[in-house]
């Protein structure tokens, strides 16, 4: 079995900043891509950012320039840094990770961390 626990949501003002951790933990033989998602109320999931084994990334046009997203391999933990963060990026943001096994690869979630961003 194997559990993403995701930290560090929270409530911050306009403008201010948040890192989210996403920890990978089990039988795991090691991680293929990582993924931030996110769903605000009344709305669908969608994208944040995306980075591969490798370090290669990717962004939805609306954080560009604002998230950073990151990994490290080591510790099986994936990172989003956001900064200028803005009143709609208020949402629930999920971690994901491909992760394989020894005899297959499957996709895991975690439970999601609430961000609010307000005055």
């Known amino acids: 079995q194997v559990q993403l626990v995701e930290s560090g949501g929270g409530s911050v003002q306009p403008g201010g900043s948040l890192r989210l951790s996403c920890a990978a933990s089990?039988?795991?033989?090691?991680?293929?891509?990582m993924g931030w998602y996110r769903q605000a109320p009344g709305k669908e999931r969608e994208l944040v950012a995306t980075?591969?084994?490798?370090?290669?990334?990717n962004y939805a046009d609306s954080v560009k320039g604002r998230f950073t997203i990151s990994r490290d391999n080591a510790k099986n933990t994936g990172y989003l840094r956001m900064d200028s963060l803005k009143p709609e990026d208020t949402a629930v943001y999920y971690c994901?990770?491909?992760?394989?096994?020894?005899?297959?690869?499957?996709?895991?979630w975690g439970q999601g961390t609430q961000v609010t961003v307000s005055s």
């Open positions: 980075i591969t084994r490798g370090g290669s990334t």
């Open positions: 089990g039988s795991i033989r090691s991680i293929n891509g």
């Open positions: 994901n990770a491909v992760i394989e096994h020894y005899a297959y690869v499957r996709t895991y």
